[in-house]
């Protein structure tokens, strides 16, 4: 009898490291490996203990919540989340104790004490059950670690929770049929058959959650981008009204000294000490570079402009007239601030680095050429394909912005190409885009 004690609680133990790998392995956790391990063994030492009762439904009830405690508790994830997974968890078990079940050719009763009578028998299966639940946790684990779910929260579609509510139901019937009547091969092999399709089935429902899941973050990642870019690009639009501003007052420079010669004929100095202070820390008279002659555009290269100074990084811009006039705000937008935000951070913290953009329309066409040139130390591609890899800090919106330039060049029926120079450390990138008035 001690021997079969130590079995079923080696087989409850290991069950619990399963999980403990599971969750550790697709969610960031709270606390530290020794603290999670002195929490879950004795959580399954309690599910154990009421293992020995021997009802089905009790044992599966209790092997959830204390999944869905543990889950809950020590990492960082929400309720429902961590009930779906913990349900998912010991329906995959179930199934494949089911399935083992109904290979097995002897009657079966689920309790403890029929099987501690019948130990010799069941221990083989009872093995090969874990093991096999254990192959398609790690699988599992394997397919989920692509989708980055650990940074989002994101309730379960209703239509994936029927595939668990109905093997719930029908391990319910297995372990019923299996302890009141003798199956008949044919019948045992119908299920058997059902049993896989089930388990797999499960599996796709991981799956397909999992894939939901990832979409909805590269979503709500685009969602903030294009956010950003529309306050970038209300940004320009307040920058181009003060330029119009401090056009307006060069202009009326003339009516300023007349104020300040009729101040200085009836020898009020401290009113023309104030006047001149006034005009001298107005935003009017604020220094202002002038690289195209489109106003947003002009705002945008002059922002990008002021970086590079910061950064010790020589820009250098020939920008055609007229050029790029068929771009709408928000595209125009879009696609030079993400295309200088990357050669920005590309050519940082390399000496005498620089970046060199040229604008210009192709003669007799329709088309507007871009070439962006700028220094970078290391081949940005990753293997031997287009790849780009990242150097930013925030690598969960690494891609978004050359989707959001291939967006903008597509939409304008155009095409890019980028390369990199590895004798000049350069990365070149050329745009071709088509007016669509032409």
């Given at each position: 009898?001690?021997n ?7 087989i ?28 879950i ?16 439904m009790?044992?599966?009830?209790f ?25 998912i968890d010991?329906?995959?078990m ?8 109904l ?61 668990p ?17 003798q ?19 499960n ?11 990832k ?5 709500a ?27 307006r007052?060069?202009?009326?420079i ?21 006047y ?21 555009l002009n ?5 990008y402009l ?5 950064d ?39 000496p ?23 220094s ?26 050359l ?27 050329i ?8």
């Amino acid at each position: 009898m001690i021997n079969t004690y130590i079995f079923f609680f080696s087989i409850f133990i290991f069950e619990a490291i399963i999980f403990l790998q599971y969750c550790s392995s697709i969610f960031i956790a709270k606390c530290s490996v020794l603290k999670r391990c002195l929490f879950i063994v004795p959580v399954y030492i309690a599910i154990f203990a009421i293992f020995k009762f021997g009802h089905p439904m009790i044992n599966f009830f209790f092997l959830c919540l204390g999944n869905f405690i543990f889950l809950y508790f020590l990492y960082n994830t929400t309720w429902y989340i961590a009930a779906f997974h913990s349900v998912i968890d010991v329906i995959i078990m179930s199934l494949w104790e089911s399935a083992i079940i109904l290979i097995i050719p002897y009657p079966y009763l689920y309790s403890f004490d029929s099987l501690a009578k019948a130990f010799h028998i069941w221990m083989i299966p009872a093995i090969l059950s874990k093991f096999l639940y254990a192959l398609t946790m790690l699988i599992l684990e394997i397919i989920i670690k692509r989708y980055s779910q650990q940074n989002i929260a994101a309730k379960p579609p209703l239509i994936l929770l029927i595939p668990p509510i109905a093997s719930m139901y029908l391990i319910c019937c297995y372990v019923r049929f299996a302890g009141e009547a003798q199956l008949s091969p044919g019948l045992s092999k119908m299920l058997i058959i059902a049993t896989v399709l089930l388990l797999l089935l499960n599996i796709s429902v991981v799956i397909t959650y999992n894939y939901i899941v990832k979409r909805s973050n590269e979503y709500a990642s685009l969602q903030l981008l294009l956010q950003r870019e529309q306050d970038i690009s209300e940004y320009y639009k307040t920058l181009i009204t003060e330029t119009e501003n401090r056009n307006r007052f060069i202009h009326d420079i003339k009516k300023h000294l007349q104020s300040i010669a009729i101040l200085n004929q009836n020898r009020e100095s401290e009113k023309i000490d104030s006047y001149i202070n006034t005009l001298i820390n107005s935003s009017e008279l604020q220094t202002s570079v002038r690289l195209c002659n489109h106003e947003l555009l002009n705002a945008i290269f002059c922002r990008y402009l002021m970086k590079c100074r910061k950064d010790n990084i020589d820009f250098r811009a020939d920008i055609r007239k007229d050029s790029c006039i068929f771009l709408n705000e928000t595209d125009m937008t879009s696609l030079f601030c993400n295309l200088l935000d990357n050669a920005l951070e590309a050519a940082r913290y390399i000496p005498d680095s620089f970046i060199e953009l040229a604008i210009h329309q192709q003669p007799q066409t329709a088309f507007t050429i871009i070439t962006l040139v700028n220094s970078c130390r290391n081949n940005p591609f990753s293997g031997t394909g287009k790849r780009l890899i990242t150097t930013k800090e925030n690598k969960t919106l690494h891609g978004h912005g050359l989707k959001i330039i291939e967006r903008v060049v597509n939409r304008y029926r155009g095409n890019m190409d980028y390369y990199y120079s590895e004798e000049c450390h350069e990365f070149h990138m050329i745009i071709a885009m088509k007016d669509p008035r032409m």
